[in-house]
């Protein structure tokens, strides 16, 4: 079993930036690639970004060129940096394996402010 924590979210102005946590615990080994998802208020969830074990990584169209998706191996957490926050950025982010196969957690809330 695969346990995925995120965090760091928070309150922004446009044009700030923001680095999201996704803690991974327990069969780790199984992972093939993480994935973070976005669902903004009264909207579907949406994917945003993926990492793969071997360091692919693809993104969504609108976050291309601000967003960059890594890993810590040391600490066994994937983050999602964000750059250039725009308002339409903001949404409850949450990570999950690719693509999207575990359960969903809380998420962790992102707002950006004009």
């Known amino acids: 079993q695969v346990q995925l924590v995120e965090s760091g979210g928070g309150l922004v102005q446009a044009g700030g930036s923001l680095r999201l946590s996704c803690a991974a615990s327990g069969t780790t080994f199984s992972i093939n690639a993480i994935g973070w998802y976005r669902q903004a208020a009264g909207k579907q969830r949406e994917w945003v970004a993926v990492r793969n074990r071997t360091g692919t990584t693809n993104y969504a169209d609108s976050v291309k060129g601000r967003f960059t998706i890594f890993r810590d191996y040391a600490k066994n957490t994937v983050y999602l940096n964000m750059n250039s926050l725009k308002p339409e950025d903001t949404a409850v982010y949450y990570c999950?394996?690719?693509?999207?196969?575990?359960?969903w957690g809380q998420g962790t809330q992102v707002t950006v402010s004009s």
């Open positions: 999950n394996t690719w693509p999207g196969s575990g359960p």
